[in-house]
């Protein structure tokens, strides 16, 4: 006897056929989804820009730029241009300066009993002669100790700074980009930084592929009429 197929059977078949590859395709995708995160680091380097964007959000407010830009333009940068006095070649000048007030305040033991003798007077009639005719340079006599102490103690402080005070213009030099990236990018941060947590990053992609690969996997594997049309097989009619 001769056979014939089911009306509408083959059409029926393919389009489940084509179904299938659709589901497939889902299923890839789905996984891809749920993978790829896990495979280019997400969860970590999304952590790290969550950090990153906590750890400057203080400095990148605009009342603390411009408070830094303050700083660098009215502080530093002028600071930069002193730094040159601190040099070592000043220092030897200073220090030769300092040996001339300790020689000066040597002289000036010996100057009250040398007028004295020659104006033959007492070296307290002298004192005060010169206290009152001479105020400023008897006060500056009187006050080369303390003078000496002082400047002597300036200079050891420069001397210990000098390799310091040289560094000052290569790091205004260094610090001015920093300063500048700064200001330009107080609106860009500000947008940046109102982005979702970075840590939820990693769920935008792995949801949405977790939904994916689990109605692609019923659709593929799950679904019992799906398995039974896709078995059946066309049977012999009687004509």
């Known amino acids: 006897m001769p056979t014939r197929a089911v009306p509408g059977r083959l059409p029926a078949t393919k389009e ?38 906590n750890g400057f959000q203080p400095i990148m407010q605009p ?38 007030i300790a020689g000066m305040q040597t002289d000036a033991a010996t100057l009250v009993p040398l007028l004295a003798q020659n104006l033959h007077m007492t070296p307290a009639e002298v004192q005060k002669l010169m206290a009152t005719e001479l105020p400023s340079m008897a006060a500056m006599l009187q006050n080369l100790p303390a003078m000496q102490r002082d400047f002597g103690g300036l200079l ?11 560094r ?9 980009p920093l300063v500048r990236t700064m200001q330009a990018n107080v609106d860009n941060y500000k947008q940046v930084n109102s982005l979702p947590d970075f840590r ?3 769920f935008f992609f792995v949801v949405p592929g977790a939904l994916l690969v689990l109605l692609a996997g019923y659709g593929l594997f799950g679904n019992p009429l799906t398995r039974l049309t896709l078995h059946h097989h066309t049977r012999p009619t009687a004509a």
Do not use: C
């Not at 050891?156 to 040289?166: C, K, L």
């Not at 000052?168 to 001015?176: C, Q």
């Open 200 to 202: 939820l990053f990693t």
């Open 63 to 100: 009342n603390q730029v411009q408070i830094t830009a303050d700083y660098y333009n009215h502080v530093f940068v002028p600071l930069g241009k002193v730094t040159p006095m601190m040099s070592a070649q000043n220092l030897a000048r200073f220090r030769a300066h300092l040996k001339g």
């Open 168 to 176: 000052v213009p290569a790091g205004l030099t260094h610090y001015e």
């Open 156 to 166: 050891g402080t420069m001397q210990q700074n000098v390799g310091i005070f040289s």
């Open 16 to 53: 489940v056929t084509m179904n299938r590859k659709l589901l497939w395709t889902v299923l890839v995708i789905g996984l891809a989804l749920v993978i790829a995160p896990f495979a280019l680091g997400l969860p970590g380097k999304s952590a790290a820009g969550e950090r990153m964007l």
